[in-house]
């Protein structure tokens, strides 16, 4: 980007050289970046270079006032602010002849720092630390990368699973917006650990911003010397891959994955063998969801004493939880495992106002995602971590929080998620595609109004016939919500059949809905 710029200045400059402002970064900025070897280039190429012995954005506006463009400093302030994920920033200018060339403070600190450990003792500190995956099971994260045969003559591969594609979770997709530098880093030392030299990030393909945020990032990498041949003296080599899949929600299935990688369908492996022996091209290889990688580098930074330090117990440290549906502030709320739902309910601002302008009442809600038996208002106050989800009959999952108020019809609502478990299906085996196509067919009629209280056992009894009997867990997640809201809904679901069709105005429980009574007179 700044060799563009060099070679094509923008119009509209004022007349002046174009200026070049070098901003300090911190103490390791130096070590990673020549300001003074930049400095001379530039002035080489007829660029006036001026470096602000400062931090901060507002020393910016001090800058361009120093050198002469202190009509423009207010404005930069807001283009360029400090803390920035790049190490290397070429600015946006405000005006034509302005480029900011910026250090962030501590940006692949931690890097710097894994490169002079042991690969042995990272993975001896993301054990140490307690982390968990934060895909949805719950495996030991350092565990997994011990499993790593290293006397296996074959390459090993890192793969980061980004194929968010659960109803309801909404935490990968954010995070690689908001601070793709973060996911990145975090490849790098996994990669070392390991002792991969290829790494590959799995993007779910409809989601080409991200993608396109990604590839930058790792571009900008590349750039400052934190990928490639020997990173930053070390020794050590890596390759990173960004990988758009074709769009499968069945490919956030780790083996199926590695198919679609491979470029065949995506569909589910048979194991053993497991990845971490015969994973991508036959090869050792750890599989980890975004977050999980994304948590690394604040551990190799902070140490695994400051990450265990969070959490509970047994589920230690922090996570990005995912509140939607029926909350003020729908968003995602980083905190410690172990926090409740009635405490992130009070930080997104509370449930929406009912009829009455008053809070609406939780119905019902998903600890993680669609794919997790559902819970109710008498769960508020239960520890969000893996321990307490699982004693209270569902998963903490991918930690995507759906709040629903009593406007919502829960029998509608299961429908859909099943509607989409039925779509979704790879079909590789008969449990999962017949059963999820049954279990639309009878929910459909209930939902209408139609059939009778037998139907009831009907669908738990299909529940059960692939409930542990499909290839992956796809079928699994699909009979989640439905034996969970027949269990605490049963009268609703008998409602629809006395009502001859739902007792609910579908229109109440949407986001434009007016402050009506959610249930038909």
Same mark, same amino acid.
């Given at each position: ?26 103490? #390791? ?13 530039? /002035? !080489? ?46 600015? *946006? ?51 997994? =990368? ?15 699973? +980004? ?40 993007? %779910? ?6 993608? %396109? %945020? ?6 900008? $990498? ?21 990988? /758009? ?9 780790? @083996? ?34 975004? #977050? ?11 140490? /695994? ?7 509970? #117990?047994?589920? *230690? ?6 509140? !939607? ?9 980083? $905190? ?26 939780? *119905? ?35 930690? /995507?929080?759906?709040?629903?108020? &009593? ?9 859909? =998620? ?15 595609? &017949?059963?999820?196509? =049954?279990?639309?067919? @009878? ?29 992956? +867990? ?15 809904? %049963?009268? &609703? ?19 434009? $809905? +007016?402050?009506? $009574?959610?249930?038909?007179?």
């Amino acid at each position: 980007a700044l060799s563009g710029y060099l070679t094509h200045p923008p119009s509209g400059t004022s007349g002046a050289k174009p200026l070049v402002v070098l901003v300090h970064g911190g103490p #390791e900025a130096r070590d990673y970046f020549d300001f003074e070897q930049w400095s001379q280039y530039l /002035a !080489s190429n007829g660029f006036r270079v001026f470096q602000p012995q400062f931090r901060g954005s507002s020393g910016y506006g001090k800058a361009f006032a120093e050198a002469g463009y202190g009509q423009w400093g207010g404005l930069m302030q807001h283009d360029v602010t400090d803390g920035v994920e790049h190490l290397i920033r070429p600015g *946006k200018a405000t005006r034509g002849n302005i480029c900011i060339i910026g250090a962030s403070y501590g940006g692949y600190a931690a890097l710097k720092k894994a490169l002079g450990m042991a690969s042995d003792d990272i993975i001896t500190a993301v054990k140490d630390s307690g982390l968990r995956g934060r895909g949805g099971a719950g495996f030991p994260t350092g565990m997994k =990368w011990s499993f790593i045969p290293q006397d296996n003559p074959k390459p090993k591969y890192l793969v980061v699973n +980004a194929d968010e594609s659960e109803p309801g979770t909404c935490k990968d997709i954010p995070l690689m917006m908001a601070s793709p530098h973060t996911l990145v880093e975090g490849v790098i030392i996994s990669s070392f650990a390991i002792r991969a030299n290829k790494a590959f990030i799995y993007i %779910r393909g409809e989601v080409l911003h991200v993608i %396109r %945020r990604v590839q930058a990032a790792v571009a900008e $990498a590349y750039a400052a010397g934190h990928l490639g041949t020997d990173i930053h003296g070390s020794g050590y080599d890596l390759d990173i891959v960004v990988h /758009a899949g074709a769009g499968a929600y069945i490919c956030g299935e780790e @083996t199926a994955l590695l198919e679609g990688l491979e470029g065949r369908r995506g569909q589910p492996r048979l194991r053993p063998p497991f990845p971490a022996v015969a994973g991508l091209y036959a090869s050792p290889t750890v599989i980890n969801n975004v #977050e999980s990688i994304a948590s690394v580098p604040s551990i190799i930074a902070n140490g /695994a004493e400051w990450f265990s330090s969070m959490g509970t #117990e047994k589920s *230690k440290g922090y996570g990005i939880f995912s509140l !939607s549906g029926h909350v003020n502030r729908p968003g995602q709320y980083e $905190a410690p495992l172990g926090i409740t739902l009635r405490q992130l309910v009070e930080l997104a601002g509370g449930m929406r106002p009912g009829p009455d302008g008053q809070p609406s009442r939780l *119905k019902f809600w998903t600890p993680g995602g669609s794919s997790t038996p559902l819970l109710t208002e008498e769960h508020l106050d239960l520890p969000l971590d893996f321990e307490s989800m699982g004693e209270a009959g569902t998963m903490l999952g991918t930690r /995507a929080l759906q709040l629903f108020d &009593e406007t919502t019809c829960v029998v509608r609502a299961v429908l859909r =998620w099943t509607e989409f478990y039925k779509h979704e299906s790879c079909g590789k085996c008969t449990p999962c595609r &017949e059963g999820t196509w =049954w279990l639309v067919q @009878t929910l459909a009629a209930l939902e209408r109004g139609e059939g009778s209280e037998s139907d009831l056992d009907l669908l738990l009894d299909q529940c059960e016939n692939i409930l542990g009997r499909s290839f992956c +867990a796809l079928g699994d997640g699909a009979t989640s919500p439905i034996s969970s809201s027949i269990t605490f809904f %049963r009268d &609703e679901y008998l409602a629809h059949l006395t009502h001859g069709g739902c007792p609910f105005d579908p229109a109440a429980s949407t986001a434009w $809905a +007016a402050t009506t $009574a959610g249930a038909k007179a």
